[in-house]
């Protein structure tokens, strides 16, 4: 968050070293700050494998700048900071192993097999298997909006707009909670047994993640008039992600797990993906 903060900073020092040297009433160029609750969710392109699961509350922050392409059409940037993420349940039987230290362990590096050091046994150095039921999704990343808005003239005061394009987001921070259910396996009767529910918190499957997003970006809002080119300004935006946050198959986690073992195969590795959709709720002032 510092790190947003300090580049925010940075650019807003430039712009109003810009605007400095304009007249009060030249509005070629407007900008301005914004804060952005956003109730936010992850959407799986494979609602048989992974669904999402309700509402996370978010929230966001930025600078916002605006060039005039005419009266009524304006082309909308800036750079921000949003605090997002989602819940997912995993309906799969998909699962992975945790070392000793409670870190993930890369499916390539895991002895599925039943010798001395596998997963079917004991004497694996502390590695555990756990079936996921549920994960928890808190993400950062630096925005930059990038739009078309187009507006009435002045109402009474109002001014009432319309905005479409896109944003492009670097991801800084991707932390995860997972509910689990270990597993152990019987050796005496061939077959994997429940253990107890685990909740591993502040987890990061860097392996496995895609560190930025491109989306679409629409809404409609209104601006009103305080004084001379000072205006607040109210809006109301969906954004749907493009891409998937994951890598579509997974270096940790694996698929059908008591199914491949019992059969004494290595399960295959899951396919999974997680796109970041949102409706913001922009509040701001523009100057």
């Not at 925010?8 to 007249?23: C, F, Q, W």
């Not at 048989?48 to 700048?65: E, H, I, Y």
């Not at 909740?199 to 496995?208: A, E, F, S």
């Amino acid at each position: 968050m510092k790190k947003i903060f300090s580049i925010a900073t940075a650019v807003l020092l430039i712009v109003n070293t810009v605007v400095a040297g304009e007249g009060d009433d030249d509005k070629k160029f407007r900008f301005g700050l914004k804060v952005t609750p956003t109730p936010a969710w992850l959407r799986s392109t494979d609602a048989k494998v992974v669904d999402k699961n309700g509402l996370k509350f978010g929230f966001g922050f930025g600078l916002q700048t605006e060039f005039r392409i005419t009266n009524t059409a304006h082309f909308v940037t800036g750079i921000g900071g949003d605090f997002l993420g989602g819940k997912q349940i995993y309906k799969n039987g998909q699962g992975y192993v945790l070392t000793k230290d409670n870190a993930y362990s890369d499916s390539k590096n895991t002895d599925f097999g039943k010798g001395a050091n596998g997963l079917y046994n004991s004497n694996n150095n502390g590695d555990k298997f756990y079936e996921i039921k549920t994960r928890s999704i808190k993400t950062t990343y630096i925005t930059i909006p990038v739009l078309l808005k187009l507006m009435t003239k002045d109402i009474s005061g109002f001014k009432y707009y319309g905005v479409f394009g896109g944003d492009i987001a670097i991801q800084t921070k991707f932390r995860c909670t997972d509910e689990l259910t270990e597993l152990t396996y019987n050796t005496a009767i061939n077959t994997w047994e429940t253990g107890g529910s685990v909740t591993v918190t502040d987890m990061r499957p860097t392996g496995d993640l895609i560190p930025f997003n491109v989306g679409l970006n629409v809404g409609l809002g209104f601006e009103y008039n305080l004084s001379g080119s000072t205006s607040l300004f109210v809006g109301f935006n969906y954004c749907r992600g493009f891409i998937n946050q994951y890598q579509p198959t997974s270096e940790i986690m694996v698929d059908q797990i008591k199914t491949n073992m019992n059969m004494g195969t290595v399960p295959t590795k899951s396919k999974q993906s997680a796109m970041a959709d949102a409706v913001q709720i922009n509040i701001g002032m523009l100057f």
